[in-house]
């Protein structure tokens, strides 16, 4: 669900009506309901983390399902935004779950190996997704989407031992948020996160519309296109499990900046070409997603004490900068179309740039604060 947007933004928005400035606005939107994340997330430190990851599938699942029954512009944005609460509500508790199981020294392995199911997403979910949305319409997908979320809640409930019993000393969500946002090492964590999904957004969400523009792809091989982007997070996310303990995770993620900086350069001039854009794209997202999943250990590890309480910020700092790209990358796209020489994505590739060495200031920060 979130990640089949991106790349059929505008099948979606022929069967909704609305046109790509109405679609920015509902990406913001539900990046921004994503800042909500602390709130439902911070129930896993205060009544368990199964209670947490029940909460985000079932979040998730009561929006698709809505979709499915009220295929509608205003079902479509409420369903992001349930979809994106139940993500940012899922994830905190599950990698709180296995913070509290999984030595620091490993953490890095175990928590990449979570984060293949993203990459798998783009392989196999995307491209079925579009063949549903050629076959059978922009609608086609939700009520699966709904059937596999009851799916997930079931495995869920069955496979994950059941929460302890809240004990009476477990601080409010209050109290953990103000520990949270009131310790300097946690806050520059939080802004490096921003900072690097900013720059990510702002090519992600044009991509699309970028390749169908310049190339004249269609739903399908859009699909097609989705899964090579796929197969570089999954490369990504297989560097990061072999490589972030090794070289720790601080180093891990400053490499992982450098080469998306780089990479992001080199995009409006591989994107000349079909073939070029697919390679652009597949180091773009590669050396993304290893400086993002290199960042998970590295942030479950900045207050133990309220571990989950600081994912779900994590993750509504990511949700921010998310918003943030959305809402500047639209703009951006179309300066760059009104350039001359063909370099559609030199602005938005400079704006990554200038994101990505902002999470360089706010990594150093944290690694002279918390030395990991």
Known sequence: MHRMVYPF?????????VDLAALSLALTLRSLAGAGGPFLASVADSRGRKTG????????????????????????????????????????????????RITYQRRGLVLAVTELGWSLSFIVGVPVMGLLIARRGWTAPFPLLALMGLFALALLSWLVPRDPSPAEDRLSLWEN??????????????????????????????FGVWMENSFGLKVAALGAA??????????????????????GKTRAVGSGLLLNS???????????????????????????????????????????????????????????????????????????????????????????????????????????????
């Open 9 to 17: 933004l505008p099948a979606l928005g022929r069967g909704l009506g």
């Open 53 to 100: 990851m029940l909460l985000g599938l079932s979040l998730f699942t009561l929006g698709v399902g809505l979709v499915a029954l009220w295929p509608s512009y205003p079902a479509f944005l409420v369903a992001m935004i349930l979809a994106m609460l139940g993500k940012y509500t899922f994830d905190p508790s599950m990698q709180a779950y296995l913070g509290d």
């Open 177 to 206: 948020l103000r520990k949270v946002l009131t310790y300097p090492p946690a806050l520059a964590g939080l802004a490096m996160g921003l900072s690097l999904s900013t720059a990510n957004e702002v090519i992600n969400l044009v």
């Open 226 to 247: 989705s899964a090579v982007i796929g197969f570089s997070e999954l490369g990504g996310e297989s560097l990061a499990a072999g490589l972030t303990d090794r070289l």
């Open 262 to 372: 780089l990479a992001a350069l080199a995009l409006p001039f591989l994107g000349r070409e079909l073939a070029g854009a697919v390679v652009g794209l597949f180091l773009f997202y590669i050396t993304f997603e290893f400086a993002l999943v290199s960042c998970i250990p590295l942030m479950t590890e900045v207050m133990p004490s309220a571990r989950a309480t600081l994912m779900s910020t994590n993750v509504a700092g990511l949700s921010l900068g998310r918003a943030l790209g959305a809402l500047i990358a639209s703009p951006l796209y179309f300066l760059g179309v009104r350039l001359q020489g063909g370099i559609d994505l030199l602005p938005s590739a400079l704006t990554a740039v200038v994101f990505n060495l902002l999470a360089l200031v706010a990594l150093h920060y944290l690694h002279k604060s918390v030395k990991s």
